[in-house]
């Protein structure tokens, strides 16, 4: 019996596998091979196609709770694998073109195992329901986003990057181990399930469980990039490759908010009331518990915003906005009704897309100038029109203005929260976006409004780069325009959420 289900839980594990497989792949091949080329970064979209195949596969398997608790294969970490997926993909395809990486001596297969690694990582935490695999799976993605923060070492500030991030990391991981714990020591269980039976059957401290619960979620603010858990974020989106900021941007984020959504819905809510819009907290037994995220959401989405009004350099700028991007997603888990949690879903979709593509074409910019600067800008719209008017639609969606992604994202979050009667978190929210307006417009501004310096020469981009940034400028009009199979798919996707 016991080798039947590991047989049958190692079945539902084939996309991780394959991952592991990959990784082992470019680490051998860069072993034996002698050439320092490209073509092994040929084994990492290959090994990322066939994890997508095998993540399709597992739709039609149900929801399924696989080694004894430690994983879970439902609609809601498929999702969330398809959004790791394709973000991985692009940044893959992204990496073929940016200049830094290949300057120099340096292994290209070593970046690509990491990747390979990082995403595995994230494939496992979105799946994870045990608290232990929890935090392996966070250490996992931790550990390979480190290396990678600082690989390009020839940066003066690359090495300053990933050393801070080390330090925060290593400190909020501790944080969480200790929550973990306590929670361990009170209810006598560490997978998700166990928990919330325990708290639904025996009285425990309520003071201790709110400690705990507060140490376990510095380690998910942490990965989020949440106020007052963010201050590594600038730093390391400013001295990272831009390739890596713009995963750690999406990916990372998505797989923080997935690991979250799973622990608050399972283990400290009431069934009985668990997909009520309102009241969900019923185990925290009087805490006020939805008050402190909602506190949390707006420092978070406040202060990236205030602070990136000040901010030239683009990467700098874009690491404040994740920021404020982190705190409207918050806002769903506030309600943490399934309307709240789809309307995550639909956002982070639609975030993908755009914010890659915002990345995307920084990275252009500083491949062609040098500079992330805020004034390499000027006068763009007129050097490269494809690149201004992409550049617009991005910053547009990011802002949340219709007909763009970025606006269907945003109404759907909206909207949970006004059905859950959360107004005034809805108004500051609103407030927040005409904040961020101010300075996308900046960026427009330099690029339409102002003459570039007499120096400055029009630069062409290739086939390629035009193909990529058409592909992510459709989504994000498209999406903006048509999105209703995306929002059935993100319902869907919860229906089946956290059965045992």
């Known amino acids: 019996m016991m080798l039947e289900q590991i047989l049958n839980s190692v079945k539902l594990l084939y996309p991780e596998t394959t991952l592991a497989v990959t990784f082992c792949l470019l680490i051998l091949t860069d072993l034996i091979s002698r050439k320092r080329s490209n073509g092994t970064a040929l ?4 090994g990322l196609f066939i994890t997508a195949y095998f993540v399709v596969q597992q739709i039609s398997t149900g929801a399924n709770s696989i080694f004894s608790n430690m994983l879970a294969v439902d609609s809601f970490s498929i999702y969330f694998k398809f959004v790791i997926l394709v973000s991985a993909i692009i940044v ?17 297969a070593e970046y690509y195992a990491l990747l390979i690694a990082l995403t595995l990582g994230l494939f496992l935490m979105v799946g994870s329901t045990n608290l232990l695999m929890m935090y392996l799976s966070l250490e996992l993605s931790s550990i390979s986003s480190y290396i990678l923060a600082g690989y390009t070492k020839e940066a003066d500030d690359s090495s300053e990057a990933s050393l801070k991030y080390i330090i925060y990391g290593a400190v909020s991981s501790g944080m969480m181990l200790y929550g973990i714990s306590i929670l361990y020591g009170l209810t006598g269980a ?70 979250m959504i799973r622990f608050f819905k399972v283990a400290f ?43 030239n350099n683009l990467k700098r700028l874009l690491a404040y906005s994740s920021i404020a991007h982190a705190g409207y997603m918050l806002m769903g888990i506030v309600v943490l009704s399934n309307e709240g949690i789809a309307a995550i879903l639909i956002y982070f ?51 949340g ?29 609103v407030l927040n976006s005409v904040v ?11 690029m339409f409004l102002r003459d570039p310096d007499s120096s400055v020469q029009p630069f062409q981009i290739s086939v390629s780069q035009i193909i990529i940034v058409l592909m992510l400028v459709v989504p994000t009009i498209l999406l903006g325009l048509y999105f209703g199979p995306l929002v059935e798919y993100a319902q869907a996707s919860v229906t089946m959420f956290g059965i045992h």
């Open 349 to 399: 979709v639609v975030y993908l897309f755009m914010n890659l593509g915002a990345f995307y074409i920084v990275m252009i910019v500083a491949n062609k100038t040098g500079s992330e600067d805020i004034n390499a800008y000027k006068g763009l719209g007129y050097r490269a029109p494809l690149l201004g008017v992409a550049m617009t639609i991005f910053l547009l969606s990011l802002t």
């Open 43 to 46: 084994i990492a979209p290959l």
């Open 436 to 446: 961020s307006l101010y300075y996308y417009v900046r960026i427009l501004r330099n």
């Open 190 to 259: 560490v997978d998700i399930y166990g928990i919330n039976n325990a708290l639904m059957l025996t009285e425990v401290n309520a003071v201790t469980l709110m400690i705990a619960g507060i140490l376990i979620v510095v380690g998910f603010g942490y990965k989020i990039s949440a106020v007052p858990f963010h201050f590594w974020t600038p730093d390391v989106y400013e001295g990272a490759p831009i390739t890596i900021t713009a995963f750690l941007s999406v990916a990372s984020k998505a797989a923080g908010f997935a690991m």
């Open 269 to 311: 809510m009431n069934p009985a009331v668990g997909n009520l819009a309102f009241g969900s907290w019923a185990t925290f037994r009087g805490f006020d518990w939805n008050l402190i995220l909602a506190v949390l959401s707006v420092l978070t989405m406040t202060i990236g915003n205030l602070v990136a009004v000040w901010q």
């Open 401 to 429: 203005i219709p007909p763009t992604a970025g606006f269907v994202g945003k109404l759907y979050i909206f909207a949970a929260l006004i059905n859950a009667k959360w107004f005034w978190l809805a108004i500051v929210g």
């Open 92 to 108: 893959v395809i992204f990496s073929m073109q940016f200049a830094e990486l290949t300057r120099g001596k340096r292994s290209v």
